[in-house]
């Protein structure tokens, strides 16, 4: 009884296969029996060859069928059907638009006048809406809230917080290798900013803000799940052109720069 199940479950995984191949040995029989239907009215010597081509790549799986002709030493080839498969990769880059979220963290490097920093890691956020004019390069619009934490001197009487910056820009991304489900790629932008500090000294408190351009580059690793969403980790510097010292009598006067990393998930359409 177990031979027998065994023997019918290898019946019905193998015998599709083979009716298959079967069909497609039967279609390629059959596109010769039309050719050679058509040569043999003709006072000629004909040899027909048909046969199936399959080519796959980062684009997709195309297949087709190759029907080859020599009529007297002269050699006709032509393409008797075709099908194409699009891969994810190509289902993706035939999407123009996508929006993307990203949240994180978001650190300052600048100093106060003694050369210490009056920020630490905080959380960063932002979203982003992209054109795509090619499959390697898209347009559009960002925004990035980033808000590093301050720090308190309790030796010298003051205390740092409330540093945020809200930065808003014309966006671009460069996709290294727009072919792959696992892809690279550059962002970068330039537009405004408004950065805010609060600065406790004493008895004394300020809350001063300012705003500037801005520019900011990084670079970023997507996956995409399928063509319509992608995840992926993505490296931000910021430079803001804002002297921080509009923002805190304390600060050194450097302009703003900011260190970001964003997990970002996203959507095309």
């Known amino acids: 009884m177990k031979k027998t199940v065994v023997f019918f479950l290898f ?4 015998c599709p296969a083979f009716a298959q191949k079967a069909a497609a040995s039967a279609a390629v029989q059959k596109a010769n029996a039309q050719v050679e239907a058509v040569v043999r009215s003709m006072d000629t ?25 020599t009529v007297d030493g002269q050699v006709d080839a032509s393409v008797a059907y075709a099908s194409y498969d699009p891969s994810r990769s190509s289902l993706a880059n035939d999407l123009p638009w996508e ?20 920020a630490k890691t905080g959380q960063g956020a932002g979203v982003n ?14 925004y990035m809230f980033l808000n590093p934490d301050g720090r308190e001197y309790a030796s010298e009487g003051v205390n740092f917080h409330q540093f945020r910056a809200h930065n808003i820009a014309l966006a671009g991304k460069y996709t290294v290798n727009a072919w792959d489900n696992l892809r690279l790629y550059i ?14 000294a004493g008895t004394e408190s300020t809350s001063q803000d300012k705003w500037g351009a801005s520019l900011y580059a990084g670079l970023g690793v ?9 995840a992926g980790l993505e490296y931000r510097y910021v430079y803001g052109f804002i002297s921080d010292k509009h923002l805190s009598n304390f600060a050194k006067d450097d302009n703003l720069q900011f260190h970001d990393v964003f997990f970002r998930v996203g959507m095309r359409f």
Do not use: I
């Open 11 to 14: 019946v019905l995984g193998v």
């Open 45 to 69: 010597t004909v040899t027909t060859t048909s046969y199936e081509v399959t080519d796959k790549n980062k684009r997709g799986t195309t297949s087709y069928g190759d029907v080859t002709q």
């Open 99 to 118: 929006v993307s979220y990203a949240y994180g963290a978001s650190y300052s490097p600048n100093e106060v006048k003694g050369g210490k920093n009056y």
């Open 129 to 142: 809406m992209l054109w795509k004019a090619t499959p390697h390069m898209a347009f559009g619009l960002d």
């Open 187 to 200: 962002p970068f932008g330039a537009g405004m900013m408004n950065a805010r500090l609060k600065t406790d």
């Open 222 to 230: 997507q996956y995409d799940f399928c063509p319509y969403l992608f």
